[in-house]
């Protein structure tokens, strides 16, 4: 049956993670934006209440073994409870203590060991955070391109390179790395490592400053010789082996897209919201009810509306294929490259109707220097567009 | 939960539908074009189909289908060609007020005729139209003016009119156009598309509507009129999305197979990009439509702005889309070997008939910040 109703559970994880951010986040956004961090303390307290960022929901975890009879729905919750929480403030959503984007390869490439061991840690006594590694200064949307080397040596790898653009990469505890054994060998010469913090040769070399996002830490991370034992391998050395044919680094790298893009889009459905809301408002109490300015504002409205209902539905779509274990890679681009690129638009039309005023001290500035992003990162609004491009092409057998 | 798997009832008709739109209706469409009428041998087994009657009630030997199952078929259907869809006579738009008012009395008295001679009804709404006045006259109502043009009205038996008269009063009346002498129709010179959908405009000269001929008035009426409106809007938004998916798919295929250059030209991404957002587009239509359809069948208060909001979009997509289409089969695109240049044409036709993009848009946005519908739609 088709439905966009929300179940009462839904509907409660809803409820529940918008009245964290109304009430936990919001308050703290532009205060954590000129502060350029989002402050320890606050990051404790909301750790000890168990508030943590999960941008995944592969099978296998015990939340879902419980599920097992009923249909899945961690993804579908994934999206709902995001876009809730980047309302609030999406530099602060990013920051939230958890896994991050590096939990998402943990769980459906790690060995069960590894996930034991990496992804219980984030426990209330300190906040803690994972991250993802894969961006390189000459390695981005290429990201068979990857330089930073991984040297076989006797009971484990040496890592040697650089890597860009980290969200949380300074401080987090574990960081997944990927590293080629063999630049020739392009993709299939791809590993994916768990490179931990204090580890010989690891370092952040800078944590970058920003347009937006101010309050997340983006760091560059550097690898000098950097030896990694082989129980870091991520998957261990099998899951290379049965794969042997294919380029299996990298795609643990691809595989956790499936299910993270549609949690990004998520984001940047949030701050659209956020803006739509905050100038929505704004019309609602200071402007005239009549005369050319409400009627701009009334469509401009009509349209950021229509398009953040419209990003909303095609990530739910994307997520539902993954809760229903059906290949969803178009849609999480489709919901990924709709939802970037609207959420700025939606930015850019709260700030024509603000007008002036808008510079000065108003949420929607903010939220316009934060959402670029969000057609970046994760792959690029065109990279997006490839992804679907390929998916429609292929019955007609043209790769493009 | 949010999900968006068809049921299995659906997924027959849907079947069905889209066998038909490929095997029958794609391949006559030029020639209903030309023709300017739906050959009535297809006509016939989209009857025997049941797919003349999806919004009609049971007692009307309709299936009587809830909107979120016919806007699926619908789009089926159009996938063949929006421009024979047009043409399908019956109870076309005014489909929705029988469906309405199944049982409304003076409606009964044709139901023979109707049903089993095969009549056609066109819908005509007055509302905000200044060109054409309805009269209060001696216990009944005088219509003067040329209407703007009508689906179905140069052929259709029967006219269902929505408007007000001179004293605001909301009116719902029913004509039967042969018994009008002083009613014609103004065939006019249509090109641009929906060719064979029976477009003219009616002119009215002292047209006498006398008071059994009312099917409602006053706040009856109004209530009417807004149940009427937003069904027949969404029905025709969710043909929109079916030609939408044609000009994807026959847009994807040439470009896969079209060489330039030395290679496909879908290797080029000023093509592939442009098929990614043709395919986003016609799913962000289709999901807005879907939804509206739901609210609508649920009777919540805020359907009748998101079928506004469908709309909206279902035009705005359709036209890109379908320019879209043209726009990658180049030369190709523009000479009636292909369909493209007719469904570019069509969707045009279909965008000028049913409501300003503009006037939809901001009529929106006003109910928005008048409040109230933002929890439902937007949170
Ligand atoms: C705040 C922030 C946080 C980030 N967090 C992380 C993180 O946690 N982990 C991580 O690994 N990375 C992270 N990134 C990196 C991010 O994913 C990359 O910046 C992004 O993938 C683009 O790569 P690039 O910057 O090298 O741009 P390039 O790949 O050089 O792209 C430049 C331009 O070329 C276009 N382009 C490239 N290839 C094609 C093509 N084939 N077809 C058409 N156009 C193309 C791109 O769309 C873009 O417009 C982050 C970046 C930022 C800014």
């Not at chain 2, 309709?62 to 806007?71: A, D, Y």
């Not at chain 2, 000023?270 to 395919?279: E, Q």
């Not at chain 2, 289709?286 to 279902?314: F, M, P």
Request: proline letters at 3%; a negative charge.
């Amino acid at each position: 049956m088709i439905t966009y109703e929300l179940t009462e559970q839904q509907k409660q994880i809803k409820e529940l993670t918008h009245w964290f951010a109304e009430n936990e986040i919001r308050p703290i956004s532009l205060e954590a934006d000129r502060l350029g961090k989002v402050p320890d303390e606050w990051l404790d307290k909301v750790n000890k209440m168990g508030i943590q960022l999960n941008t995944s929901s592969f099978g296998g975890d015990n939340a879902n073994k419980k599920l097992a009879k009923k249909e899945r729905q961690g993804n579908r919750l994934g999206v709902i409870a995001t876009e809730e929480i980047a309302w609030g403030d999406p530099a602060i959503a990013l920051s939230l203590p958890g896994a991050g984007l590096g939990g998402p390869p943990i769980q459906s490439s790690g060995t069960a060991e590894q996930k034991q061991r990496f992804l219980s840690i984030f426990t209330k006594d300190e906040p803690r955070w994972g991250a993802y590694a894969l961006t390189e200064p000459e390695a981005g949307s290429d990201a068979s391109a990857v330089q930073t080397t991984a040297q076989k040596v006797d009971g484990g790898y040496v890592l040697n390179g650089q890597k860009i653009f980290i969200t949380n990469g300074g401080r987090a505890s574990w960081v997944v790395v990927f590293a080629t054994l063999d630049k020739s060998l392009g993709r299939a010469g791809q590993r994916a490592f768990v490179v931990e913090k204090g580890m010989k040769g690891f370092s952040c070399t800078k944590l970058v400053k920003k347009m937006g996002l101010r309050a997340n830490e983006t760091a560059e991370l550097l690898f000098e010789d950097c030896f990694i034992p082989d129980e870091n391998l991520l998957g261990g050395e099998e899951l290379y082996q049965t794969a042997a044919s294919k380029p299996s680094g990298f795609q643990v790298a691809m595989k956790t897209f499936d299910s993270t893009r549609p949690i990004v889009a998520a984001m940047a459905i949030g701050i659209a919201r956020a803006a739509y809301e905050y100038s929505i408002d704004l019309v609602r109490k200071e402007y005239p009810k009549i005369g050319r300015l409400y009627t701009i504002a009334a469509e401009l409205l009509a349209e950021a509306e229509q398009n953040i209902a419209a990003a909303r539905y095609l990530t739910w779509e994307a997520a539902w294929k993954a809760d229903i274990g059906v290949a969803n890679a178009k849609e999480a681009a489709m919901s990924k490259a709709f939802a970037g690129q609207m959420a700025l638009e939606v930015c850019v039309k709260c700030l024509e109707i603000l007008g002036p005023i808008g510079l000065d001290g108003h949420l929607v500035e903010k939220l316009y220097r934060d959402v670029k992003v969000f057609d970046i990162f994760e792959g690029t609004n065109q990279i997006q567009h490839l992804v679907i491009a390929r998916r429609q092409y292929a019955p007609y057998g043209v790769r493009v | 939960m949010t999900s968006f798997l068809p049921t299995d009832e659906e997924k027959e008709f849907i079947h069905v539908a889209k066998d038909i739109a490929i095997d029958k209706i794609r391949p006559v469409a030029r020639e209903v074009e030309k023709n300017q009428v739906v050959d009535a041998f297809l006509v016939g087994e989209l009857d025997e189909l049941g797919f003349l009657a999806l919004e009609t009630p049971e007692n009307w030997e309709g299936i009587e289908l809830p909107l979120i199952t016919q806007v699926q078929i619908l789009q089926a259907l159009s996938y063949g060609d929006l421009g024979v869809i047009q043409g399908l006579p019956g109870l076309g738009d005014a489909a929705t007020l029988f469906r309405l008012c199944p049982d409304h009395p003076l409606l009964a008295t044709y139901k023979d005729d109707i049903i089993h001679s095969k009549k056609t009804v066109a819908l005509l709404d007055l509302t905000g139209n200044a060109t054409v006045t309805i009269e209060n006259k001696n216990d009944g109502w005088l219509i003067n003016g040329i209407t703007q043009p009508v689906r179905l009205a140069s052929f259709a038996d029967y006219i269902v009119v929505l408007g007000r008269d001179l004293d605001g009063l909301p009116l719902v009346m029913w004509v039967e156009v042969a018994e009008q002498q002083n009613l014609k129709v103004e065939f006019g010179d249509y090109r641009l598309g929906l060719l064979a959908s029976g477009l003219g405009k009616y002119e009215f000269e002292n047209v006498y509507v006398a008071e059994e001929l009312i099917l409602a008035s006053d706040e009856e009426a109004l209530q009417l009129i807004e149940k009427i409106r937003p069904r027949v809007q969404l029905l025709q938004a969710a043909k929109e999305v079916g030609l939408m998916e044609a000009a994807l798919d026959y847009a994807t295929e040439y470009t896969a197979g079209r060489k330039a250059f030395g290679q496909e030209i879908a290797k080029f991404q000023g093509v592939s990009f442009r098929i990614a957002d043709m395919a986003m587009e016609t799913r962000i239509a289709n999901h807005l439509v879907w939804q509206a359809a739901l609210e609508v069948d649920e009777d919540k208060a805020s359907a009748g702005g998101s079928v506004i909001r469908a709309l909206y979009r279902a035009h705005r997509s359709v036209r890109y889309v379908t320019d879209s289409a043209v726009q990658l089969l180049g030369g190709h695109g523009y000479v009636q070997e292909y369909p493209v240049e007719k469904w570019m044409r069509d969707a045009q036709a279909q965008v000028s008939l049913y409501g300003r993009e503009k006037e939809l848009l901001i009529q929106r946005g006003e109910q928005l910040i008048g409040g109230g519908t933002i929890g439902v739609n937007v949170r």
